[in-house]
Each structure stands twice: as structure tokens, then as C-alpha cells.
């Protein structure tokens, strides 16, 4: 599973061979979350809330980029957090 980002800590990954619903995953430590790309809403996991804070900020900046991901099934690099 490609890294698309990295921040604070936080590795987001996203499968590209699975089917669903648009999704990406966040690590944080031990903890995990599966996020929604339409939504932006976490499907599954727990994560501390400020984890889950700074991975809602991001994810807002890079939404499109996030769809264009899944739907393109192409693989690009993004920026975390500043």
C-alpha cells in the first residue's frame, strides 16, 4: 500500500486494488482510521482527536487530489501539514 503522505507523525496510505467506497487509511502510533474521500467522515478505526483534527485538515486541502487518486488508480506523492 503506497504512502501518499506523511505528517506529524501520521502515514496515510491508500490501496489501490480495493473497490468500495472512495477511501484512505490513516496511522497514527497504534492507532488507525479509514477515512471517506466524498465524506471526509472515518468509516472504521479510532484515532485520538487530534490526530484525527490534523488528518481531517489535510484531507479537506487534498480532496480532489485524493479522488483523482482512486479513480485514476495512479499513484502521486502529497505534502503533509505545515
Known amino acids: 500500500m503506497p504512502v501518499i503522505a506523511r505528517f ?13 467506497i472512495a477511501h484512505f487509511h490513516a496511522i497514527y502510533g497504534e492507532f488507525n ?3 471517506n474521500v466524498d465524506t471526509l467522515e ?18 479537506k486541502k487534498y480532496q480532489k487530489e485524493l479522488k483523482d ?14
Open 69 to 82: 487518486m482512486w479513480k485514476t488508480q495512479k499513484f502521486i506523492q502529497l505534502p503533509g501539514l505545515e
Open 8 to 20: 506529524y507523525g501520521i502515514i496515510i496510505k491508500m490501496y489501490f486494488k480495493e473497490h468500495g
Open 42 to 59: 472515518i468509516m472504521e478505526g479510532d484515532l485520538p482527536g487530534r490526530a484525527k483534527k490534523l488528518i481531517l485538515e489535510w484531507a
Open 33 to 35: 482510521g479509514i477515512f
